[in-house]
């Protein structure tokens, strides 16, 4: 078995984690540094979602549009997978620039609406976010309050053979304060010669 730890760590020196550090509730912001997921609702995350089965799908073609659900095959998702969507982001502009903010593809509605139908437990991007501004947030919320956590800022999907299920481990701590949950997300793949 090949294991792929898909979680970005981020350096004090990175912008991201300097702007964090700067603000009045540094605490609860850091939260939302590298790898996470948004809990605003305050739910429990089921422990059974610690790990799941993992689909990829690659989008790193699409540029300059939103991602729609044309742009991907939802016959391979089932209810509790963890959906990585490799939009190419974190491979164009590293994390913590402005164009990496400011850049990121983003989900269509459609394709946030089918994922939720397809009661998957997560979603998972190579990007800043979903949506951008509040519509983050209200993207977020639909999706919690359905069961599902997008976790944010992924590294190495293109090490993820797109054609090959793989078993999702996640892990991350409660915090009864924070809206942001730091997390470490391992994808495990057969070897090539496993298969």
């Known amino acids: 078995m090949k294991y792929i730890d898909l979680t970005l760590t981020v350096r004090k020196t990175n912008k991201a984690y300097q702007w964090a550090q700067s603000q009045l509730k540094k ?3 850091m939260g939302h540094v590298g790898t996470h997921f948004d809990v605003y609702d305050r739910s429990n995350i089921p422990l059974e979602y610690m790990q799941t089965r993992g689909v990829l799908l ?3 073609h699409v540029k300059g549009r939103e991602i729609t659900s044309d742009d991907v095959d939802l016959d391979y998702v089932k209810p509790g997978d963890f959906v990585l969507i490799r939009t190419g982001a974190i491979e164009r502009h590293p994390y913590g620039s402005g164009l990496y ?3 990121g593809p983003i ?17 998972g991007l190579d990007a800043s976010d979903i949506r951008r501004a509040q519509e983050h947030v209200e993207a977020e919320k639909m999706c919690e309050a359905k069961g599902i956590y997008v ?3 992924l590294k190495n999907l293109d090490k993820i053979k797109p054609d090959v299920v793989c078993k999702m481990l996640t892990m991350w701590q409660d915090d009864i304060e924070a809206t942001g949950v730091r997390c470490r997300v391992v994808a495990v793949q057969p070897e090539d010669d496993e298969e």
């Open 27 to 29: 605490e609860i912001v």
């Open 58 to 60: 690659d989008v790193s």
């Open 101 to 103: 903010f400011r850049e």
């Open 107 to 123: 989900l269509a509605w459609d394709l946030i609406e089918e994922l939720i139908d397809s009661r998957v437990s997560f979603i």
């Open 151 to 153: 976790v944010e800022n």
